[in-house]
């Protein structure tokens, strides 16, 4: 049985959970990565089981942590809000200029902003869905004032909201060729994701063709959940109808991509107050369309 278990345990491990990585989780909580380390190895002391597990792509729970995980959650929703019931942020006004990435504009995300605009009234929120590329854009010109970006381990700057693994993925209705070459639904040529799938083929040796190629998050769903081909999506915006490609095709494991808060004008007009509610909205929500 578990005894003595501590809220800032349990907000330790979400911060891990969400973040795929003890370094990101320290980030986030604003403490040492030795500090987290040490809050998870009593967290598992008092659990008497393993909570955590290293693999290629990050940091994953175990079977035992998966059972924690929504306890976790709550756990950590509630300290948060008792800790706010003694915040008074001030009442910004003025424009704040916000991104998210088009594969997230289905999730609680917009809800998240709408509860913003509610708090802070005086804020004119200026809200722009595009990807990740042209909002990274925004936010270099100055043209944003903080936006989330999806990265890959390359280019990830700024605070890491969740770690997305990559799938191969296909329509349940799509039958796959028995012989030739593999059907691919890519994004266009400026897309690092298409630089994947297209170097992991070669390494397997695969033959392939593309049959469909859009510059959207959305086409590329649609054209796969269609079965027109596999592609390749982020866990979290895989679409109903849409599951993993089989390992009997035997492609190879595609990087994961990143999450990252980037606060550019920490000065803008509630910039600080939104990006504590981002923060928070990843730390402690499992959105049905934020999976893992």
Known sequence: MMRGLRGDWLVAFVAVVETGSF???AKRLHRTQSAVSMQIQQLESAASTTLLARERGGVIPTAAGERLLPHARRTAEALYDAAALFEAPELASGALRVGIPEEYSSTDLPKLLSHFQRSQPKVELLVQCASSDRLEAAIETGSLDLGLIVADDERR??????????WWAMADTLALPASGPLPLVLFDQACWWRQWALDRMSEAKREWRIVYTS?????????????LGIGVLGRSTVPK???QVPETLGLPNLPGSHLMLQLADRNAPGAVEMARLIKRHFAVHEDDNITR
Do not use: E, K
Request: glycine share 14%; aromatic share 4%.
């Open 23 to 25: 370094t990101d989780a």
């Open 157 to 166: 700057r700024g605070d890491t909201m969740l770690y997305d693994p990559t």
């Open 215 to 227: 510059d959207s998050i959305a086409g590329v769903a649609a054209a796969i959940q269609a079965g």
């Open 241 to 243: 109808g849409v599951r």
